[in-house]
């Protein structure tokens, strides 16, 4: 059983911050990437960042130059620095972890909303 818990959601003025946290537990394998995805109001989930073993990141266009992901292995834990909110960033935010057996497997946490006013 493996647990992912989000936090740091919340409501923000346009061109605020927040920082999301994930915490991942339990029966844990090898940790490759981990990251965040974003589903706004009747729109697909899209990932909007990702961070792979040896630290290096990939983000979504929409989110570059305000969004940064970082790790701490020893913790078991992705963040989300989100700067310069807009209101189109509105949406659930999902922390995403990929760790590989035998085989591999893909985990989606309960996400955290994120409220974005203009």
């Known amino acids: 059983q493996v647990q992912l818990v989000e936090s740091g959601g919340g409501l923000v003025q346009g061109g605020g911050s927040l920082r999301l946290s994930c915490v991942v537990s339990?029966?844990?394998?090898?940790?490759?990437?981990m990251g965040w995805g974003r589903q706004a109001p009747g729109k697909l989930r899209e990932l909007v960042a990702v961070?792979?073993?040896?630290?290096?990141?990939n983000y979504a266009d929409s989110v570059k130059g305000r969004f940064t992901i970082s790790r701490d292995n020893a913790k078991n834990t992705v963040y989300l620095q989100m700067n310069s909110l807009k209101p189109e960033d509105k949406g659930v935010y999902y922390c995403?972890?990929?760790?590989?057996?035998?085989?591999?497997?893909?985990?989606w946490g309960q996400g955290t909303q994120v409220t974005v006013s203009s």
């Open positions: 339990g029966r844990l394998f090898t940790i490759n990437d």
């Open positions: 995403n972890v990929k760790m590989v057996s035998n085989r591999a497997y893909n985990y």
């Open positions: 961070i792979d073993s040896d630290g290096r990141t």
